[in-house]
């Protein structure tokens, strides 16, 4: 894929159908992260696509390019590659560094995507500001934290209160666990269970 600005990203695409799911990593990881997942998504009917953030994995900067400071470009990227291949609704998917992307790129796509599930997203890093576009969302979201996750709790609760949409959810979990983490720990079940009641409600599957 090539985002907006030139920087070529690739990712891992699993499954088929007009109903499909862009998974953006955190900042310690990289597209496979959410293979797991995605080949879930695949058995349940929908086209996946992993991502691998420019500087991660196999998406190389471009010369010149700043690692970390336009997930938003490159999630945006992927809705359109899959929208390319024929997928008419699309659920975007962050961890962390993914859900800043996720959050940002869900607020200024047009046409507007289903929805956004943000899982431990900072609001704000990397020349990227969450906090200012979650007023602009548009589409649903589910906001999944867990409690003692310190540097994200309070953030994360104060992005869910100034969303303006009634189609708003705020998931806490027990622990501490970050990002796609959570889905290696005690709370995999229930982020799992909220994650696919989420994609199901907002872009079922054909």
Same mark, same amino acid.
């Given at each position: 894929?090539?985002?907006? =600005?030139?920087? $070529?990203?690739?990712?891992?695409?699993?499954?088929?159908?007009?109903?499909?799911?862009?998974?953006?990593?955190?900042?310690?990881?990289?597209?496979?992260?959410?293979?797991?997942?995605?080949?879930?998504?695949?058995?349940?009917?929908?086209?996946?696509?992993?991502?691998?953030?420019?500087?991660?994995?196999?998406?190389?900067?471009?010369?010149?390019?700043?690692?970390?400071?336009?997930?938003?470009?490159?999630?945006?990227?992927?809705?359109?590659?899959?929208?390319?291949?024929?997928?008419?609704?699309?659920?975007?998917?962050?961890?962390?560094?993914?859900?800043?992307?996720?959050?940002?790129?869900?607020?200024?796509?047009?046409? $507007?995507?289903?929805?956004?599930?943000?899982?431990?997203?900072?609001?704000?890093?990397?020349?990227?500001?969450?906090?200012?576009?979650?007023? @602009?969302?548009?589409?649903?979201?589910?906001?999944?934290?867990?409690?003692?996750?310190?540097?994200?709790?309070?953030?994360?609760? $104060?992005?869910?209160? =100034?969303?303006?949409?009634?189609?708003? @959810?705020?998931?806490?979990?027990?622990?501490?666990?970050?990002?796609?983490?959570?889905?290696?720990?005690?709370?995999?079940?229930?982020?799992?269970?909220?994650?696919?009641?989420?994609?199901?409600?907002?872009?079922?599957?054909?």
């Amino acid at each position: 894929m090539t985002a907006s =600005d030139g920087q $070529k990203i690739f990712g891992a695409l699993v499954g088929s159908g007009t109903a499909g799911v862009v998974l953006g990593h955190q900042g310690n990881k990289n597209l496979c992260s959410w293979i797991p997942f995605a080949k879930l998504l695949a058995g349940r009917g929908y086209m996946a696509l992993a991502l691998d953030f420019r500087g991660y994995g196999h998406s190389d900067l471009m010369p010149g390019a700043v690692k970390q400071t336009k997930a938003d470009l490159d999630v945006a990227a992927g809705v359109a590659e899959l929208r390319h291949r024929g997928v008419q609704r699309v659920i975007i998917i962050g961890a962390s560094l993914g859900a800043l992307g996720a959050v940002i790129a869900a607020a200024t796509i047009e046409p $507007k995507v289903q929805g956004v599930v943000q899982i431990s997203g900072p609001a704000a890093c990397c020349s990227m500001d969450a906090a200012a576009a979650v007023p @602009k969302l548009r589409v649903p979201i589910l906001y999944v934290v867990s409690k003692e996750d310190a540097e994200v709790f309070e953030p994360i609760k $104060k992005m869910y209160a =100034d969303t303006k949409v009634a189609e708003k @959810k705020l998931l806490e979990l027990e622990g501490s666990d970050h990002g796609t983490d959570i889905l290696d720990g005690d709370n995999a079940q229930q982020l799992g269970v909220a994650m696919l009641t989420f994609i199901a409600t907002y872009a079922p599957a054909a």
